[in-house]
């Protein structure tokens, strides 16, 4: 089922648009696809640019602007039931597909057909020039229809920055190591003997983590024996490890 | 002959922190040594069916051909029988999957990409299509084994970007080759000796977008004594970096060597092993 727009003004419905084409466009002059004659309206006024199931408003620098639910927008990524506004018209956004694509959706991967390949490969550079961050690509629309590749321009996220989280660290606590102390930088760091008793302590986001990894014993924590699962370190734990005792601990 | 004495498998798939639902689809059999993982696209839920008609069609259908015939075996024009039933089951499964695009609204536009891992007679054959990987672990080396078929790789080898500035690239998530978009499809079919100690794995790109090579590298190495562990904390590096992306892999250790069996003493040596 395709979107479709509704017109009305002050409250009266004047006519439903579905959004089958590609591209389109709003104003006051009798080349666009919705004309709207009244003088508030610029003659180009904005564009609805659809792709699949998937709709975006841009306004092309019209004088009165665009609103989307009383928001002046410059590009919006239309949802259902959006009103957008122009002048004293105004025009609801009806998109009942059940799942609209989210922003996530925009990192999918995606096939391009050799047949594009060249003009994509153009519009890719040019694109990198023309495009910052999280622009949907507009500009790379309408050359082509289908499977193509507009969704590129949706910037990769940066990582999760890690949360300031303080460092851990493992001081043996007996034998002839006793006092040597080990910062856990590294978000894997395997303990033990291999091949006889071997444990990984893992960084995560949330904190620190020791696991088991090979060997008959099972490491011990506070004295009590782990199973397969991963438990949470606190400060000052004490491991019990192929025979070496050792203390977790966080470094302020 | 059965494999599961010299190949270790594991496999974990996972939606990651941001997807309602997982289109990536895993297979795997150790006894037959086969590895299977596909990545689906596709609107709603067409991806996931992509990927797992790929999975499956190919698990049962390479399963029934290497029954008639062992893998190792030339056919009349001297091609391993490996890459003839990998060519002609890939062909089909893509003939499936784009009819059922084509006459099943619910799933026009669909596909999948598609690695696969055969093993037999110490060594190895992979086929693939897209952006899904192999990577194999020897020694203290990680490197991949496969060329992602995407937009991205073709600028790297055309010069038109560097690798650093690809992994900033915009455009990580155009594949030039899937399964089941067009009636026909090329795979990449290579051979690779295989040695004991080497850990191959197969994963979506839920994996390599999100976690370093260095770090996946780091991980194998530290966890090669617990496989399960090992996949485990792959699919938990990848979501606590984000897990923008569904995620799966397939682990595969070669215990020891596997060389075929290929006369009748062979095979009695086989039996006492």
Redesign the interface.
Known sequence: MSAKLILSMDGLVLKEIPLTKERTTIGRKPHNDIQIDNLAISGEHSVIVTI??DSFLEDLNSTNGTYVNGQPIKKHFLQNNDVVELGKYKLKYINETP?QTTA?DF????????DL?KK??EQ??A??AAMSDTQIGMKALDTHA??A?Q???????P??PPPAQPTGAIQILVGANAGKELELT?????LGK??VQ?A?I?R??HGYFI????GANFPVVNGTTLDAHPRELKDHDVIELAGVKMEFFLKG | MDLSQSLQMVSRSDAGMVRSHNEDAVFFNAGLGMAILADGMGGYNAGEVASGMATALLGSEIEKAFQKMEPYRPDAAGKLHSHAVLESEISRANTAIYQAAQSQPQYAGMGTTLVVALFYDNMMTVAHIGDSRLYRLRGGEFQAITRDHSLLQEQIDSGMITAEEARHSQNKNLVTRALGVDPTVEPEIRDYDTMPGDIYLLCSDGLNDMVEDEEIALTLQALSANLELAATQLIQTANDSGGRDNVSVVLVRIAREYPAARSWWARLLQWFK
Request: zero cysteines; aromatic letters at 0%; proline letters at 13%.
């Open positions: 699949l199931n799942t996530a990192e999918k991967t995606m096939v391009l057909r050799p390949m994509t490969a890719t550079a694109k990198s289908g499977m590749p969704p590129a321009a949706a910037a990769p996220a990582a999760t590294k978000n894997l760091t395997t291999p091949g071997v990984v893992t995560r986001p696991t088991h990894v090979e």
